[in-house]
Nanobody, 122 residues
Framework: QVQLVESGGGTVQAGGSLRVSCAASGSFFSINTMRWFRQAPGKQRELVAAVTRGDTTAYADSVAGRFTISRDNAKNTVDLQMNSLKPEDTAVYYC????????????????WGQGTQVTVSS
């Protein structure tokens, strides 16, 4: 079984910074793409940023230039550094990972963390 545990959420004033982290644990072969999603009240969950195992990154237009995603393959962690935060960044942030559970698995399986709240006050 694979577990993803997020940490680092909190409350910050607009213009401030926060860093959220996610650690994967359990029994698996490797982790492919890791992503951060967010879901604000009354809205659909949206993709914020993604990073491949080879460190290729992608960002939603709304966060590009302000957020940075990074991973440590040795530690099975992924971080999201959030700068110049805006009230509209307020949401629960979820870690997602495509996990190859065994070397012979046909496809990676999707796993999710429990989410961490980020609140940006104006």
């Amino acid at each position: 079984q694979v577990q993803l545990v997020e940490s680092g959420g909190g409350t910050v004033q607009a213009g401030g910074s926060l860093r959220v982290s996610c650690a994967a644990s359990g029994s698996f072969f490797s982790i492919n793409t890791m992503r951060w999603f967010r879901q604000a009240p009354g809205k659909q969950r949206e993709l914020v940023a993604a990073v491949t195992r080879g460190d290729t990154t992608a960002y939603a237009d709304s966060v590009a230039g302000r957020f940075t995603i990074s991973r440590d393959n040795a530690k099975n962690t992924v971080d999201l550094q959030m700068n110049s935060l805006k009230p509209e960044d307020t949401a629960v942030y979820y870690c997602n990972a495509a996990v190859q559970t065994t070397s012979y698995a046909a496809a990676a399986a999707d796993y999710w963390g429990q989410g961490t709240q980020v609140t940006v006050s104006s």
